[in-house]
């Protein structure tokens, strides 16, 4: 079985294996960050989103991407999605992080 990925054709254990990578880069870039979005779904988000940004981020700094792999053809920049993991995170935290008040 096929499944339809960001334009090219991935099997169903190569996407598996893609969201697991995906939620460990999420989980240790929220590690990094030393602040937690959520569980191993939010990991996921976290990861793909994290690698979008490194990867966009890398490109606009001109730095070349580190450690990518190749997943039934699908690059998944590792080195990237840790960093924009941490970096989303960081901000994400610092927009959703609530004020405490002491009496």
Do not use: H, K
Not at 11 to 38: E, H, K, M, P, R
Not at 42 to 54: H, K, P
Not at 58 to 63: I, P
């Amino acid at each position: 079985m096929n499944i339809d990925f960001l334009g090219g054709n991935m099997s169903l254990l190569g996407f598996l294996i893609l969201l697991v990578i995906a939620a460990i880069c999420g989980s240790i870039g929220q590690s990094i960050a030393g602040y937690s979005l959520g569980g191993f779904l939010v990991s996921i988000v976290v990861g793909f989103v994290g690698a979008w940004l490194g990867s966009w981020l890398a490109r606009e700094l001109g730095v070349p991407e580190l450690f990518v792999i190749n997943i039934d053809g699908q690059p998944f920049p590792l080195v990237w999605a840790i960093l924009g993991s941490a970096l989303l995170t960081i901000i994400v935290g610092l927009l959703t992080r609530r004020s405490v008040v002491r009496i």
